[in-house]
């Protein structure tokens, strides 16, 4: 079974009986390049509190990408300003220092037994980064 959940929460049936929210993360979060990106993604004592969460990154037109894994390792080949974090029934992913091309939809996935055999629970936001404000030098006037 595959829960996805778009944020904020949505309830989908999962059986034709009941419904339930699970993850939760922002819809989107706007930061200037350079600066620091923090993503939470919400969950619960028999999800993200027991089994922590993996992070992955959709670029436009491509496959998701694993980036932190539910032990808060990442992949070869993912750069070391990505990284995750749990407290209590949150996960964080944090991106130091935004580049450009960090620019796409990000997932937290996390497992939950209560839900079925190997449920897997995904929510998803996006990072979009503000373009710097342009700069006007003035000249000196001639007269």
């Known amino acids: 079974n595959i829960l996805e959940l778009a944020s904020p929460s949505l309830s989908l049936p999962l059986a034709a009986s009941w419904a339930q929210s699970v993850l939760t993360q922002p819809a989107s979060v706007s930061v200037s390049l350079g600066q620091r990106v923090t993503i939470s993604c919400s969950g619960r004592t028999n999800n993200i509190g027991r089994f922590g969460a993996s992070w992955y990154q959709q670029l436009p037109g491509k496959a998701p990408k694993?980036?932190?894994d539910s032990d808060g390792d990442r992949p070869s080949g993912v750069p070391d300003r990505f990284s995750g974090s749990k407290s209590g029934n949150s996960?964080?992913?944090t991106i130091s220092g935004l580049q450009a091309e960090d620019e796409a939809d990000y997932y937290c996935?996390?497992?939950?037994p209560t839900l079925g055999a190997h449920t897997v629970l995904r929510a998803w936001g996006?990072?979009?980064?503000?373009?710097?404000?342009?700069?006007?030098?003035?000249?000196?006037?001639?007269f």
């Not at 996935?109 to 939950?112: A, G, N, T, V």
């Open 91 to 93: 996960a964080t992913l």
């Open 126 to 142: 996006e990072v979009r980064h503000k373009p710097a404000i342009p700069t006007v030098t003035g000249l000196p006037v001639q």
């Open 66 to 68: 694993l980036l932190v």
């Open 109 to 112: 996935q996390s497992f939950d």
